[in-house]
C-alpha cells in the first residue's frame, strides 16, 4: 500500500485563519471605498441637505451671465454645464467669481460667450463648501435638484 501524505492539523488551521483575515480585509477595504466623507454646514448639517435651501436665479443675454443668491446659502462656486446637439461639456465657472463666494443677495456678471459657443443650453450647478474630518472641502449640488437652465 501507499502512504497518504497530508496537512497537518497545525498548518491547515494556521491556512483557514490566515483566509479568513485577508478575505475580511478585503472586504472592509471594499465597504470603506463605498462610503464617503461627509461633509457639513451650518453647525453639523449635512451639506447635500444644505444644497435644498440654496436659491439664486440666472440669465443670459449677449454672450453675459447673470446670477443673483436670493437665498441665505453662500455659493461657492458655479459649474457650467454646456448643452450641445448630443453631447455636453461642463466648464467651471471661476473667470470673475468671488473667491469668497456669492453671498445673500450678491450678484455675478461675467462675459461667457467663449466658453458656450456652439451650445443651445447652460445648466448651471451651484458648488458649496464645507467642513470635513480633512478640512474644508468643495460639494457640487445635484444637478437634478437645484440645476438652473437657460436657453442661449
Known amino acids: 500500500m501507499e502512504k497518504k501524505k497530508g496537512v497537518s492539523p497545525v498548518i491547515a488551521t494556521v491556512l483557514l485563519i490566515a483566509m479568513v483575515v485577508v478575505i475580511a ?20 448639517q449635512n451639506i447635500e441637505l444644505v444644497c435644498m435651501d440654496v436659491s439664486f436665479e440666472a440669465s443670459y443675454s449677449s454672450g453675459v451671465l447673470y446670477i443673483a443668491n436670493l437665498g441665505n446659502v453662500p455659493i461657492f462656486g ?11 461639456q461642463t466648464v467651471d465657472l471661476s473667470s470673475g467669481w468671488p473667491t469668497s ?5 450678491a450678484t455675478y456678471s461675467g ?30 449640488c ?3 435638484q437645484v440645476g438652473y437652465q437657460l436657453d442661449i
Do not use: H
Open 25 to 44: 480585509l478585503i472586504i472592509f477595504l471594499w465597504f470603506r471605498g463605498l462610503t464617503k466623507e461627509a461633509i457639513t454646514k451650518f453647525d453639523g
Open 78 to 88: 458655479m459649474k457650467m454645464k454646456i448643452l450641445s446637439d448630443g453631447s455636453y
Open 101 to 105: 463666494g456669492l453671498n445673500q443677495g
Open 111 to 140: 462675459d461667457v460667450s467663449s466658453q458656450v459657443s456652439g451650445g443651445s443650453k447652460i445648466v448651471l450647478i451651484p458648488v458649496l463648501i464645507g467642513d470635513s474630518k480633512s478640512g474644508q472641502r468643495t460639494f457640487m
Open 142 to 144: 445635484s444637478e437634478k
